[in-house]
Structures are given as C-alpha cells and as structure tokens.
C-alpha cells in the first residue's frame, strides 16, 4: 500500500493538497469523515452528524437547500446580467432584448427568470413542509419567524426584479403592486386617513411624499423607479436577505438542527 | 366536449368555486373531531394512499392534456409566466398528498402505540453527513441545475411591447404570487387587500408558533394530533393563497372579469355592476330618507356592524364556543389568534356579503380614502 | 482589582459607560451638525428676502385698489344695492325655506331613481352581450331576447321615473334662481369690481404670515422644518428641464437642466425691475423668459443663451463669471468668488451675453436686439476674419479685399511696398491689417527682413499681374466740380474722405456701412488718375467680381471726379524709402522656403541658379501663400488655396485647455473671452513674453514659426463684439423645433438682410429707421449748396438722401423693380444721389425682390393690373382731388413741370401705373407719415367729413357721390393716375431747370415747412 | 450584588476593613451614576441612530424631481367665454376648456371608446369622434356611438397670480362620481 499509491492519493497528502484540506485524504475512516464536515467552511454548515430520517428526501423534500442553491444560482446569474443590462429607461428594454438574441448564453436571463419562479415555489414549499412536520415548535419558534421574513424577501425580491426588463408586462405589475403602497393608511395619499394629516391648506401626505413615492422615487414609474429597483434587486435586498440566511442556518444548528420527534 | 367545457367554465366561476372548496375542504382536511369521523367514514383517507395519488395526478394531467386542445386554454396556460403556475398546482398535489400520507401513516403508527416513522435513538441512530447528506444534496443540485437548464432552453422568457406607462394592457396583471391579493381587490379597498391584509398574513405567520402551543407533533408528519392547526393552515394557505392565485391567473380576464378556462377573452364583456354601500341600503332603499349629511351618521350602521365583529364576537366566542381554546391559550394569545382568525374570516365573508347582497363597502368614507 | 479580576474583567465597567455616553453625545452632536449642514442651503436666504419683497410689493398693490375702489362710486353704489336685495329677499323666506325642504325630499327620491335606472341599464348592458354572444351561436337566442326586452323596458321606464323627477327638480331650481336673481346680478358686478383686490390678497394670504389663519400659520412654519422639507416646501429648488436643448458635455450633450430661478426668484415676475440682482426681474420679459414670450423659460432655460452651470444653485458653482475687475473683486469680497474648475461652459459676462443668441439667429443679419453681436458680426464680415477663418456661415461671401489679378495698371510700384510694410500709415482708418512691425516681427532685424519680403510680394504681384486695357477717353477734369459730385452721387453711402482719425469716433455697424469702400485719401499717391477714370467709368472692365457698381458717369464726370480725387497726395508716406535688394536678406528668405522641400546642398545649388529677380518673385508667392494674402485679395496663382486660418466653426466650445496662454498665464485671466480678446487685440501676444518691469521680449521663433496673424489696430468696442460673435460660435446642435421657424418669409428675409449687408444697401437707403449711412454726407453737401440752416433739416436730408425703402414689397410692382434694377431710369426728380447699376444677376436682384416681398407678408408676384375706366365718375372725381390737392406743385404729369422749386420735386405721375401697386397707394394716402416718417408728402385731403352740400358746391358730383367713403375717393384717385399718360423720362427737363434755375433753396428764413400745403 | 448587601448588613456589627469600606463607598457612588451615564448613553446612542435612520428615510425623497411636466397654466378665466368650447390647448395639451355660467373644466381630447380625438362641432353643440361615431356632449357625457363613458375631465385649479392651472396628473371620471369633486371644476 505505501509502496504504490495512485495518482490521487500522491496528490492528496502533498502538502498543497493537505493545506487547503484539512483532514487530507480521500475521508474514510469516520474521523475522517468528520472531520471534512468540521473542516470545510461550506460543509461545516452541516452538523457532522444528523438522524437518518434528515437525509430521507421523502422527509426533507430538500426545500430548503434548494431554495438556497437557486439564491446562489440567482446571484451568479444576476452578476453575469448586470454586465449587459443598464437600468435606465432608454437603455433597458433593448439591452434585454440583445439579451434575449446577441449576448453569447444570453440564456442566463432565462436562467434567472425561472431561477426566481422556482425560488418562490421551493420557499413556499419549504414552509409547508416545516409546517407540516410541526417543526415550527419550541425551540424554532424564532426561526420559523426568520423564515417567514426570509419569504417576505424572496416574494419582494421577484417582485423589484420583475421590473427591470421594462416591458408592458414589467411596468403594469408594478403599477398594480406599487398603488397599492399609495393605499397605505395614513401614509399614501390615497389612503385612508391621509388627509387628516394636514395643518391648514397644507397636506403633509401627497403624492410627492407618501409611501409609494419613497418606492417608485416619483409620482409615475419612470427612471428612478427603474434605478431604484435595480439597486434594491441587486445591492439592498440580497445584502438584507444575506443577513438573515445567515442567521436562519446559524439558529438551524443552535435551536438542536433538524427537528425530530421528542 | 363543448358541454364538459361549459360545464368546466360554469363550476369555476369563484362563487362556485370557492363554495365547493370551502364545503369540500373541511371534509378533506377535517378540523376537528366531527369531521375527522366523516372523514374516515367517507374513506376520504384513501386520497392519501398511492392510489389517491394516482388518482389526482392522472385527473390534473389529463384535464390539463384535455385543456390544451382549446385554443383559449392553451393560450393561458401556456404564457410564459404562467408556466411555473401549472407546476405548482402539480407540485401543491403531491406535497400535499406526500405530507399526508405521511402524516396518516404516522398517525396509524401512533395509534398502535408505535414511534413514528422519524423516530430515532438519540444519538445512537445518527448518520454521519459525509458522505450521505452531502452526497444526496450533490445529486439534488445536479439534477435541478439539469432541470434549470432544460426548462431555460424550452421556455424562453417573456419579453412584451416596450413599457408604455400611458396604456395599460387589459388585464394588468401582479407578478402571479400576488394575484391573490390583486383578487381581493375585487372585495377590499387597496388599503386594505394591498396593505393591512398582507401585514396580517405576515404577522400571523410569525405568530403561528407562539399561538399553536401545543408541543406535540413536532419533528414528525402527524395530522390527528393537530387537526385545527393543520386545517386552518392548510385552509389560508392552500385554498385562499395559492386558489386565489389560480383565480386570478387563469380565470381573470378583460376587466378583471371572470372567465372560464375555456372560454375567450372577449374585452367587450360587460357585467353589471350594481353593488350598492351598506349606507345605501339602509337609508334609501329601506329608510327611504336620503343619505344623512354627517359622515358618521351616515356610515353608522357599518360602523355599528363591524365594531360587533371585531369588538364583541371574540368577547361572544370566549365565552361560548371557544370556551375551550380562550382556557387553553390565555388571554393575550386568544385574542391576537382570534382577531387573526376574524380577519382572515373577512374575506370569504365579504365575498359571499358581495355575492349574495351586492354589497359593495360596509363602511365607505370616500371623502378619507376609508372603503370597507 | 482583585474582584475584576475574579469577573475577567480587564477595563471598569463604569468607566467603559462614562465612554460610551461621552461617545454617544458626540455622535449624537455631529448627527446635528449633518442634519444642520443638509438644511442650510445657499439659495435659500435668497428665497427668503423675495418673500419679503413681494409681500411689500404685494401690499402696496392692495393698498392702491383700495384707494381706486374708495373713488369708485360704482362699487358703492353696488353695495348698496346687494344690502337691499338681501332685505327684499328676507320677505321671501318662507317660500324659500319651502321650496329648500320640497328640494331636498326630491333629490333622496332622484338618487333612488337615478340608481334604479343605473343598476337596470347595468344589468340591460350585460344581458345585451349575453344576447349578442347569443346570436353569435352561444346560448339560446329566444330566452336571452327575452330577458333583453324586458330588461330594455324596465331601463326605460326607471329612467322616465327619474327624468321625471329631474324636471321637478329643475323647476325648483329655477325658481330659487329667479328670487335670487338681483343677489347673484349685484354679487358677480362686485365681484368683477374687487376681483384684482381680492387676487392679490388671496396671494397675500398664501405669502405673508400676518395674513395667514392660525393653522396656516403653524403649517408655514413646519412645511420648511428640517427632514420634512420634502412634503411640500415653500422654500424649495426650483427649476426647468429642458429635454432637447444639451448641455454640452465635452463627449455628449445632456438634457438641459437650469435652476437659476432659484435664486433669480423674481427673473419671471413682473414688478420688480427696480430691486437689486438676484431679485429683479429680466429686463426684456417680453423677448425672455415670459410665457408669451418667443423664448419662454420652460422652453429654453436659461443657460442655453447666458451659458453657465444650470444646475448649479450657489454663488460659486453656478458658474457666475464677472464683467471686469471692479466686479471681480467685488465678488470675491461678498461671496468669496473663485472661477468654477473644472466647468467649461462657464456664463458669459454682461458684455458678452449675447453670444448666446448667434447659435440659433446667427442667419439673421442684423440679429436684431443683440448690438453687439451685430456690430461683432459687421466686423468679422469687414475685418473678412472668414477668409482666413473658413466659415459655413460665411461660406459664399465674396473676398473682402480688392483684386491684384490687375495691381500693376492701379497702384504704383513703390506704394505697393510702402503700404504692405504698414497700411495704416498711409490710411489710418483701412481694413488692411499690419502683418509687418508687430510686436513678434518689430527688431531692426527683423524689419529688414520685413522689408523685403515687402519687395518680395511687390514683385510676384507685379510679375503676375494682367494687363488692363484703360480708357482712353479721359477728359481734363473740373476738380471742384468733381468734389460736388462725389459728394452728391451717393459715393459717401460706401466712402468717406476722412484725412484724419475722428476723434468721437464710436465704432457701430453704421460706421462700417461707410467703409464699405476705402477711405478716399492720398489716391494721388496710390495710383493713377487714368486708371482712376477707367475704373470710376465702369468698374466692371477692372474686376467683374468687385462691389463698385457703375454710376453711369459721363466721361465728363468721370474725369471731373478723377480729378478731384487724384489730387490728393500723402508726401508723408511717399517719402518712405524703398530699400535696395540685399542679397544676403533675400537667399535668407528664399532658402527658408527652398529648404522646405529640399535639402542643403539642393537649396544651395538652386540658389546659385537663380537671380535676384527670380528669388523676388520666387520669395513673393511663397511669402503670399505663407501670410494669406490671398485669402482676402484674389491673386494670380492661388486661385485654388485653401485658406491658412483654423475655422472657427466651433471656436466657442473650444475647451479653454486647447488654448495656449503663453506666458501669459498671471496676466491675463484664465477665461476664453479674455484669451480671444488679446488674441484679437495683439495677435502676436502668445509669441511674447512678459517682463516683471512691463517690457516684453520676444519667444525664440525662427521666422516662419512666428504668429502670422496681422493686426488689425481694431477698438476695444469691436474687440468685444468680436470675442461675442466668437463665443457664439459653439458646437451646440439646436433641434429644429427651437429654431426659428424655416418659413419661405424666414429664409428670404435673411437671405436679403445678409445681401443687403454684403452690397451696402444700407449705406445709402434706409428701411424700418436703420440704414441711411449717407445722411450726414447729404447734409454736409446741402450746406455746400445751400446753407447750415438747410443741412440742419431733417426733412430736407431725408427728402435729398436715397430713398426709404419701408414697405417696398407692398409699394412696387416686382416686375417692375426687376426691369428698373436692370436699367435704372430717374424717379425722383430733385435727387442728385443716383442708384448704381450693379451687375447682379436676376437670382441675385430675385433675393432682393423676395426678401422686399416676404417682409410685407406678400408673396405674389404676379398680379393683375389696376383696371379703371378713364372718363368714369369716379376717374373724375379723382381728377378734381387731385386738382383741389395740387398735385401739380411738386409731381411732374409727364412733361408737365411742378409748379413749386425743384427743391420740393416729386416723382413723374406717368411713372405710377407701371411702378407702383393700388393697395399701398390708399395705404399711402391715408398716413403717408406712418409707412414713410419723414416724407414731403402730404395726405391727399377728401372731404369725407364735410356736409354733401358743401362737397357739392365745391368739388363737383362726381367726388360728391362719394364723399363719405374714403376708399372709394382713393381709388378715384388712383384712377386717374392710373389714366395719365405722357413722357416717362424727364431727366433732361429736370437738369436743365436745374442748371438754369438750382433748387430753390430759401435761404434767408427758414419758413419752408409744412404750413405750406 | 448579594456580596454588597452582605457587607453592608455586616459592617455595623464589626470594624469593617478599610479597603472593603473604601470600595463599598465607591461603589455606591459609582452605582448612581453608573445608571446615569449609561441611560445617558443609550440616550444619545438611540438618538444618534435615530437620526442616521431619519437620514435614510429622508434620503429616498429627492429635492427635485425630473418627471415631465403634466400641469400647464391655461390663462386666465375671463379668457373664456361662457357657453363655448375652447380650443386653444387641444393640440398642445389635448385639453378642451369649457365655460358654462357657473365655472370652467377641463375635457380630455381623447375618445373614451378607442383613444380618438373627436372633433367639437358648434353647430351641433357636441363632440363627434371621426373614428368610430361616438358623440359626446359640451359636459362630455356621452349620448351615441360606442363610446362605454363620458370624456374625462382633469384638475383644474386657480394659482396664485390668478392664472387657471390644469393637471393632466389628476382625472375625475362621471361614473365613478368624480366630477363632483371640488378641483374637478373651477367656480368663476
């Protein structure tokens, strides 16, 4: 054995090889296989060791892993389209129809697009399964009400997104969604109670200063509309939404991993 | 064909839709004992065999393989973003029929008096995560990214006219996970359906843990244990989420009109619109005197009715029907779920009030932006 | 210590929150401080003092209605009158009272009706698609039909119910109308009385606090509290995006944004002219900024015509440039001034502000409001900066200097010389600028070498030059008669005799009309008298291309006026002396050009080739080609050289980086303006360097290097129009729809104002009060002839000076002034001053006539003529007018002399028909002062006020039977011009009355007016 | 903290050391202000960052706006006359001004049927569209033709120099009972 070693094996327990990887080696023995877990910054968010019924699939449906796949998926798809896609209303109608036909695998729009559709229906899918298996309860409470705003910015995220190709289809669902802000009581002029805001002839709720002007940046969709979804899309609500992926998978291993019969 | 299409189109109008499923539902998913009994009886259990699901999907995917030789279901189905939306229903059928089969065999377990099926030694039965966990997860990652690729290629994304904010396409459309909201515009003020409803659902999702104290069925698929928590989940969830959404992808049309799946999309339909305030009601068409120059005056008996809804029924339900739950949960927890629970009662409520009494707003304020 | 320690403690908690706090009050504090520094904009303080101002602008406005509706009697009298209606209305009360309740019980039954008839056409609507789709084949037909019919029926009938109750309605309505009909008539009558009072206090209410309610008051105070501004601010940035104006931003034009009214608050409001900068407002609102005015704000901005940085909304970044050093240290004092870095496109001074107009007007020839940049664009066209400076503009104007292609048979040899080396010694006021003597070229060295390349063009141009056959038929001339002549021809409407520089003098664009040719003098020195009579004959035989025209001198004239010119001479100049060739100078000059293309040996062995003559002329073409000399004058040999100037297309936005300060860097400021007005001013500068004691020494520059462009000794005021007309000159794309409007009318009239700029037509003639450069002259030639008292005449000068020409579209037939142009015949009897024949060609005379014509908004050319019967009543009522009206004292009826002197002589009455056209004749005759201030002419008088009786016994039936209708008596008139007939060409009757008779000038007292007629 | 009060019960019963004296006077001081100091603390620190979210919200509202102008000034109100159609602002606005004895609206030029812009015909006292037929009255109501609605009015208000402003921003349509909306209709 020590005289021949393969290839791979010369490889893995040369000093390149042994530096990046910890626990060096091809994982065999069950330290070994412990310790790539430990070992790996990715693989460490995995408890080393889990309940068999945690790997069944038929248990798991995986939802929750994929939803996170597809983030990452999203995110690298949306960097490479953030090289060809400039948001300004003259601009990006056509560079996503260059997108669509000139770009070399303009395909990653595609990519993207049903990226985003699926990451919704895999969270959507995710809750109902920790609903399902009651996995909600003591000690997950909190982490269940992570969940929930984690799908709350997955929906907002699809929601600025689907803006930003500035086509009929992208302005008139954002119309629908953003009078709906204008609607806020109190804070939307055309909400309920907004005009009782007011000193004298002066109301402090119009269209220049409600809710729905701080989302769309102006009284019509238009150029900052556009601009402040891309920044929202690409920069404001993944850096958000980071933070409390982080803390969702810190609390999964803290609140005891996945949940179990008692 | 042409009578099963027109009997298709007639049975999903939302009046009859939403009645069939709010009858069916509680059989199907039985909140409590009386029902769970009529379950079993019924055998409706059997859904949540192999069988059942054979059943369902072999009736979905036909019905959709049916629907795609009509033209105008075939140009619905098939708009590019409406695709992920005849995934999900497939997707919502088996999840649901995957977690209830579980849940039943399990609950069959429990019964016996055996541990469930999740059950474990602790620690002795624990696997190591390399290389099972991971690899299973490899595997997933590969052949999503596989399936990412195949429907990318197949299904090119939807590019419309270029933006023109001076003409509004008819419908105008959400992105379809908020259809279900831009349905309830059709009941509710924006303010309302836009803003307050969706903070309710955000807030009573959160609040699920805390209000739903029972410790038991955590960790596994269980349903007798959790009847009410699971149907009434299973109700806001499955029916009013994603059947609104449905509604409101498939069946909405020019001017928000309803449409059948099989029918077309004719712009110049014309429904009557003839919904009158609650206002309305009481002072011209019973009173016969006009409407009172006072606001408050004016809207007092929505006022009055709402109040008695949202201020006195929780106190009636305490006391008489909840009795049990008021005891179990306390009172700061009873009432955050009740007037969940009212709120979320609004709505099919408010449907059926629109429905039956052309009722347009029970209180409707014009003049501060304030319809109800 | 110890129990820290036990708790692993390293610091004391206690302190730890000491610093935490203290931490915390100066994060707090500086939080302040940004929220403070946010709010405190420059502009606002600005904001605030308008406030003021127009609120006490406000007030006073007020109190001046007040005062007029106190003297109003009206108003009280309204007042009173609203008082007793209102009592009279009070015995009314119980039937109003009675009518109000029946109203309000009908209209709870219409709004019930009204919905009933609402829900039922609602359901109608729908059963009618149903029914449709029903007979398209989806349903049954008979059971929707039927519910269709008896919906449609319903509909009907709730909606008769409900007009039914309308009509109830409205009768109520109109009786309450009626009760209250002398209410509403005395209300609206006030109302329309105080409505400008209660306006101006509705807008006082809305500006000053004192007049605001309580709440308003608190609201007033927090709309502009700090963080919440942005709700809806009194004080706030204001400005105007201009979408297809560009900013021009080097690589790309942006929409224009301009927020100067930001400060310049009241810069659209009239009212405040008086107050101070940035307050006041624009002193041409009716031109600028005004809605209704061609140039709007919200259409052009502001930057587009003062330039500057729009958006820019402080004293600094706003890009304010100052006007001179007074004002520059003025600024830096109170705003602590410094010129924006960094922002090319800074504002253009006060005195340059109408650069901006030149983009968009810049066709338009004068620009007309824009002085400066009129006068700026006079000069460039005199000074002929375009033919060195290749302009589109400019593109198809003729050379602005004379040919040389025939020098050798004008100008003598050695003032050729003399006058390269220095023109202005020799005419003080001449366009030919000094390439020679500069400060780069001014060493003794360096003017020796001058000197012959003086020599050296002399001889090319006089090697090369053609041969001009002279005329022969010179005659011994009168030169005192010659001096009247020249003086009364119309020479001074293009030359003046003006020995000496004028002290007063003010450069302007009527000062430049009389230099459209030289300046008389020391022609005796110049050249020859026989050339001088050949050329005055016909100056086409010299150069067919010159802007001489013919006057049609007699040979007699001709020589008369040779000879009084030629008998200047300036023995100063002559007394220049003309140097030898020195070889040694002269191989210098030549090898500098040889060894352009050659190398040295080569150059040395063509050197020795050649003789002195042949590197004269060899030295003189290159010196040509090398100085531009042909660029102005048309030389042999250059014929197709492209100008030696870089075009000036864009000089304008040309970046400031690109031009090349020198050494001069600390004196002269760091602007374009300033770099293009030394530039102009001493075009040498840049090859100079600056000693601290003020003297100057010159670059080491071999001589071809050194600056070549001349110097043209111009004004400081030509300068700055100049440097305007050049800063004008920007890249700027202009989308059509800001221009002015490419109309036939616009494109004809300022292709005729640049014709008429080119050929001087305003030198002699005067339309819509501009023009007329020859007046003065006129009147210096009435006081040779006559008497100061004469000359000082307005009306006199006028009446011996060219002709106006307002209204000469709509005066003459175009026809006619087509064949007169081409053959000039006398129109004005008494008029010395004759017009020239030009040798323009019939699409040049066709700008001319179509430029006329658009101006007066015509456009026909052909017209049918006048046709009127001679002998009808209205031909003789005509008659009698113009019997009682004397036309006959100053108009020639054919032969037929005018009674009066030749002094106040008229047109030949023959000559109308054919010359003029009936409408404007009536024009004319009903206010000959109005279309011609200034004329002889006098109204005809009609009496169309006077009784028909007495028309009767005085002018006869025919003018009686028309008596009251004015036009008619005109036409009568015109009839009868229109039927005379006789001799058209007087002119030898008029010069021999006035060779016999003169014109008749009283000159002892000057009662000679219009009392007259 | 139990250590304190212990020291503090036991120290009038023995001579207490003077170290532990010494600290414990410091200590109760320190105590005090150790409240003091850090409520002040949090004070600032929670108004501080108050602020910096102030500064945010207040960020996403600029100064200025870039938006295209939809409100124009329309003269003033004696410009028109009563019982006519204006149409001075049909091209460039697509506005008709209409006087009746009462006040001024302003239609919308654009046929509530398929976007045409119908023509006012005087004699006939109504706008007729040419596409499809459709006629409206002087109040914009409809009467024949397709046409689903009346013609929309838009804001009409006075500004403070007396000039009649229209914003195009603003509609008020009949059968939603808008056009009894006090800007919907300036009173002359």
């Given at each position: ?5 393969s ?7 040369g ?36 309940p ?211 | ?57 072999v ?14 279901f ?33 609950d ?23 290389p ?112 609104l ?10 001017n ?38 006072s ?5 007092a ?27 179990d949960?306390g ?31 029970l ?10 | ?25 100066l ?5 302040i ?8 904009r ?24 007040d ?14 009158s ?58 049954n ?15 009907n ?124 407002t ?9 809605g ?27 890009g304010?440039?100052p ?37 968009c ?19 460039f ?29 004008k ?20 366009w ?34 053609d ?12 030169p ?5 002549l ?39 020195s110049k ?23 013919n ?26 002396p ?18 352009q ?71 002269i ?6 770099w ?109 002839i ?84 001679a ?5 003789r ?61 006098p ?8 009784p ?47 060779q ?18 | ?77 004696d ?58 009255r ?35 349509q ?15």
């Amino acid at each position: 054995m020590s005289e021949k070693k393969s290839l791979f094996e010369k490889l893995a327990s040369g000093q390149i090889w042994t530096s990046i990887f910890r626990g060096g080696g091809v994982p065999r023995s069950r330290r070994q296989r412990m310790m790539v877990v430990l070992n790996s910054v990715f693989l460490h968010l995995h408890p080393v060791r889990l309940p068999k019924h945690a790997v069944k699939l038929k248990f798991t449906w995986c939802m929750g892993g994929l939803s996170f796949f597809i983030f990452l998926i999203l995110t690298i798809s949306g960097i490479l389209l953030m090289f060809y896609y400039r948001p300004t209303i003259e601009y990006a109608y056509t560079d996503m129809m260059d997108l669509t036909e000139q770009v070399p695998f303009g395909i990653m729009r595609e990519i993207h697009r049903w990226g985003a559709h699926a990451m919704v229906i895999t969270v959507w899918l995710h809750m109902f399964r920790v609903f399902m298996t009651g996995s909600y309860k003591p000690p997950r409470e909190f982490n269940w009400a992570i969940g929930v705003i984690l799908l709350v910015l997955t929906l907002l995220l699809s929601f600025t997104g689907y803006l930003l190709p500035w086509d009929q289809l992208a302005i008139w669902a954002i119309a629908v969604g953003s009078n709906m802000a204008g609607a806020t009581p109190f804070l939307g002029a055309e909400g309920p109670g907004s005009a009782l805001l007011a000193i004298g002839d002066i109301n402090f709720i119009t269209k220049v200063s409600d809710a729905r002007f701080g989302l769309i940046g102006g009284r019509f969709l238009g150029e900052a509309t556009l601009l402040r979804f891309y920044v929202l899309h690409c920069i404001g609500l993944p850096f958000i939404i980071m933070i409390f992926m982080a803390v969702h998978f810190w609390r999964i291993r803290k609140d005891g991993g996945i949940s179990t019969p008692v | 064909m042409e009578s099963f299409k027109s009997v298709i189109n007639y049975i999903s109008n939302p009046t009859i839709l939403v009645t069939a499923v709010l009858l069916i539902f509680p059989f199907i998913f039985p909140p409590t004992e009386w029902f769970y009994k009529i379950n079993k009886r019924l055998r409706l259990d059997k859904l949540w065999t192999g069988k059942g699901l054979l059943v369902m999907t072999v009736v979905t995917i036909s019905f959709f393989i049916f629907g795609l030789g009509d033209y105008n279901f075939k140009s619905i189905v098939l708009k590019p973003d409406n695709v992920p939306i005849s995934g999900l229903i497939l997707l919502l059928i088996f999840f649901t029929w995957l977690s209830m089969s579980q849940a039943y065999k399990n609950d069959a377990l429990v019964e016996k008096g055996k541990s469930v099926d999740e059950y474990y030694d602790a620690p002795n039965d624990k696997v190591l995560v390399w290389p099972d966990l991971v690899y299973v997860e490899l595997i997933s990652l590969i052949l999503f990214s596989a399936f990412m690729l195949i429907w990318s290629i197949g299904l090119p994304a939807p590019l419309e006219q270029p933006a023109n904010p001076a003409e509004s396409p008819n419908p105008a459309k959400a992105p379809w996970y908020f259809l279900g909201l831009q349905e309830m515009l059709v009941y509710f003020d924006p303010w309302y359906a836009g803003v307050v409803l969706p903070t309710f659902i955000i807030v009573g999702l959160m609040a699920i843990p805390y209000i739903d104290s029972d410790p038991n069925g955590s960790g596994y698929y269980s349903y007798k244990d959790r009847k009410l928590s699971v149907s009434i989940y299973l109700f806001g969830w499955l029916i009013l989420w994603n059947v609104l959404i449905v509604i409101g992808t498939f069946l909405r049309g020019p001017n928000w009109g309803f449409f059948g799946p099989f029918e077309y999309w004719d712009s110049h339909r014309l429904e009557a619109l003839t919904n009158v305030n609650l206002s309305e009601f009481v002072y011209v068409k019973w009173l016969e005197i006009g409407l009172p120059q006072s606001i408050l005056l004016r809207e007092a008996p929505g006022l009055i009715l709402v109040f008695i809804f949202i201020g006195v029924l929780p106190v009636l339900l305490a006391k008489t029907i909840l009795k049990k739950y008021y005891e179990d949960l306390g009172p700061s927890r009873y009432s955050i779920f009740v007037v969940l629970m009212i709120f979320g009662a609004l709505l099919p409520l408010k449907m059926y009030l629109r429905w039956l009494f052309n009722l347009k707003y029970l209180i409707s304020i014009p003049e501060y932006f304030f319809n109800f | 210590m110890n129990n820290s320690n036990n708790q692993e403690r390293y610091y004391n908690v206690l302190k730890l929150n000491k610093w935490f706090a203290l931490s915390s009050i100066l994060f707090t504090a500086f939080w302040i401080l940004v929220f403070a520094d946010d709010f405190n904009r420059p502009w606002k303080k600005y904001q605030i003092d308008f406030r003021k101002i127009e609120i006490e602008k406000i007030k006073l406005d007020i109190e001046s209605e007040d005062t007029a509706l106190q003297d109003n009697n009206n108003y009280k009298v309204l007042i009173n009158s609203l008082d007793k209606s209102k009592n009279d209305l009070q015995l009314e009360s119980a039937k109003v009272d009675k009518i109000n309740s029946e109203l309000s019980l009908l209209e709870v039954e219409l709004y019930r009706h009204n919905q009933n008839f609402q829900f039922s056409k609602a359901d109608m609507d729908a059963q009618r698609y149903k029914y449709e789709e029903a007979l398209f084949g989806h349903g049954n037909v008979e059971e929707v039909e039927k519910k269709y019919n008896r919906l449609q029926k319903e509909t009907n009938n709730f909606f008769l119910i409900a007009e039914n109750t309308q009509s109830k309605i409205d009768d109520l309505g109109t009786q309450l109308k009626l009760i209250n009909e002398n209410i509403k008539k005395y209300e609206d009558a006030i109302f329309s009385v105080t409505k400008e009072k209660q306006l101006l206090e509705r807008l006082l209410s809305k500006l000053d606090p004192e007049s605001m309610s309580f709440s308003n008051k608190v609201a007033n105070i927090v709309r502009d509290l700090p963080v919440i501004d942005f709700i809806d601010p009194y004080y706030e940035v204001k400005q105007v995006v201009v979408n297809d104006l560009k900013e021009d931003l080097i690589y790309m034009g942006m929409p224009k944004v301009d927020r100067c009214m930001t400060c310049h608050v009241g810069i659209d409001k009239k009212g405040f002219e008086n107050q101070p900068q940035p307050y006041t407002t624009h002193p041409r609102l009716d031109e600028f900024v005004g809605g209704s005015s061609p140039h709007p704000i919200s259409e052009y901005g502001c930057t587009s015509c003062h330039a500057g940085r729009g958006r820019g909304t402080d004293f600094i970044s706003s890009g304010h440039m100052p006007k001179d050093d007074a004002q520059e240290k003025e600024w830096e004092e109170k705003y602590g001034w410094e010129a924006l870095h960094y922002w090319e496109d800074k504002m253009l001074p006060a005195q340059y502000a109408e650069a901006g107009c030149f983009k968009c007007h810049g066709d338009n020839m004068p620009v007309t409001g824009a002085e400066t940049l009129t006068l700026g664009m006079a000069t460039f066209e005199k000074a002929g900066c375009y033919s060195c400076h290749s302009m589109d503009r400019w593109i198809d104007t003729p050379k602005p200097g004379p040919s040389l292609y025939k020098a050798a048979s004008k100008l003598d040899k050695d003032w050729v010389y003399r006058w390269i080396m220095e023109p202005r010694a020799f005419r003080h006021n001449t366009w030919m600028p000094h390439f020679f003597k500069k400060g780069n070229n001014r060493s003794p060295k360096d003017i020796l070498r001058s000197e012959h390349e003086s020599l050296a063009m002399t001889e090319y141009l006089y090697e090369k030059s053609d041969v001009y056959n002279l005329d022969n038929s010179l005659k011994s001339g009168d030169p005192e008669n010659g001096a009247l002549l020249v003086a009364s021809y119309g020479c001074m409407g293009c030359h003046q005799i003006q020995p000496f520089q004028d002290e007063n003098y003010d450069p302007s664009v009527e000062t430049i009309r009389l230099e459209q040719g030289p300046n008389l003098i020391g022609l005796g020195s110049k050249t020859s008298k026989s050339w001088l009579y050949s050329w005055l004959k016909n100056p086409y035989s010299y150069h067919s291309g010159t802007k001489m025209p013919n006057l049609r001198l007699s040979d007699q004239e001709a020589s008369d006026i040779a000879s009084y010119l030629i008998n200047d001479k300036n023995e100063e100049f002559d007394s220049v002396p003309v140097p030898k060739v020195n070889d040694e100078i002269l191989n210098e000059i030549t090898s500098d050009f040889l060894s352009q293309l050659n190398s040295t040996s080569q150059v040395e062995a063509e050197l020795n080739q050649m003789t002195s003559k042949e590197k004269l002329v060899y030295s003189g073409e290159k010196l040509i080609g090398h100085y531009g000399c042909y660029s102005c004058h048309n030389i042999q040999g250059f014929e197709d050289r492209k100008p030696i100037g870089i075009s000036l297309n864009a000089e304008g936005s040309k970046l400031i980086s690109k031009l090349d300060f020198g050494f001069w860097h600390d004196e002269i400021p760091h602007t374009k303006w300033d770099w293009f007005y030394n530039k102009i001013n001493e075009p040498e500068k840049f090859d100079l360097i600056p000693n601290e004691d003020g003297t100057v020494a010159v670059k080491e520059l071999r001589p071809l290097d050194k600056s070549r462009m001349p110097h043209y000794g111009l004004e400081d005021k030509e300068i700055k129009s100049l440097v305007t007309l050049i800063m004008g000159l920007v890249k700027d794309e202009i989308p059509p729809s800001k221009l002015p409007e490419t109309t036939p009318k616009f494109l004809a009239v300022s292709k005729g104002e640049q014709f008429f700029q080119t050929n001087n037509c305003l030198g002699c003639h005067k339309i819509d009060g501009k023009g007329g450069a020859i007046w003065p002259s006129t009147a210096e030639w009435i006081k040779q002839i006559a008497d100061a008292t004469n000359a000082e005449d307005q009306s006199l000068v006028q009446s011996f000076s060219p002709p106006l020409l307002n209204t000469q579209g709509r005066k003459t037939q175009p026809q006619w002034l087509l064949n007169w142009f081409k053959n000039i015949s006398m129109i004005r009897p008494h008029l010395q001053a004759r017009m020239p024949s030009f040798n323009f060609t019939d699409e040049e005379w066709n700008t001319v006539i179509a430029y006329f014509q658009y101006k007066d908004n015509l456009s026909l050319t052909y017209e049918d003529p006048h046709q009127f019967l001679a002998n009808s009543s209205s031909y003789r009522a005509g008659e009698r007018i113009a019997e009682m009206g004397a036309c006959n004292n100053c108009h020639f009826y054919g032969e037929e002399k005018p009674k009066q002197a030749a002094l106040t002589w008229a047109p030949n009455l023959v000559l109308t028909k054919e010359r003029l056209r009936p409408e404007w004749l009536e024009e004319f005759f009903i206010n000959p002062q109005e279309i011609m201030p200034g004329t002889k002419m006098p109204a005809p008088y009609i009496p169309t006020e006077e009784p028909k009786n007495s028309v009767r016994e005085v002018w006869g039936n025919d003018v009686a039977r028309i008596s009251s209708d004015s036009s008619k008596l005109y036409y009568g008139l015109i009839d009868w011009i229109w039927g005379m007939n006789g001799k058209k060409d007087v002119s030898s009757i008029v010069k021999m009355h006035i060779q016999s008779n003169g014109y008749g000038f009283i000159i002892e007292e000057d009662d000679w007016g219009d009392d007259e007629w | 903290m139990p250590e304190n009060k212990k020291t503090s019960t036991i120290s009038p019963s023995g001579p207490p050391p003077a170290a532990l004296n010494k600290a414990d006077s410091g200590s109760d001081v320190s105590r005090r202000s150790f409240f003091s100091w850090l409520s002040i603390g949090w004070l600032a620190f929670v108004a501080a960052t108050g602020g910096f979210f102030t500064m945010m919200l207040r960020f996403f509202f600029p100064n200025i706006l870039f938006e295209p102008i939809q409100t124009f000034r329309a003269g003033y109100p004696d410009d028109y006359t009563v019982g006519e159609v204006d149409l001075r602002w049909k091209v460039k606005h697509g506005v008709w001004m209409v006087r009746n004895d009462e006040g001024i609206y302003a239609l919308s030029t654009t046929c509530t049927h398929l976007g045409c812009t119908p023509n006012w015909q005087p004699t006939a006292k109504k706008f007729k569209c040419p596409c499809h037929g459709s006629g409206f009255r002087i109040t914009g109501i409809h009467f024949e033709g397709p046409a689903p609605r009346p013609l929309e009015r838009f804001k009409i208000t006075l500004a403070d120099d007396g000039q009649i402003i229209v914003d195009k921003n603003q509609k008020y349509q009949q059968e939603k009972g808008q056009w009894s909306d006090p800007e919907a209709f300036l009173k002359v």
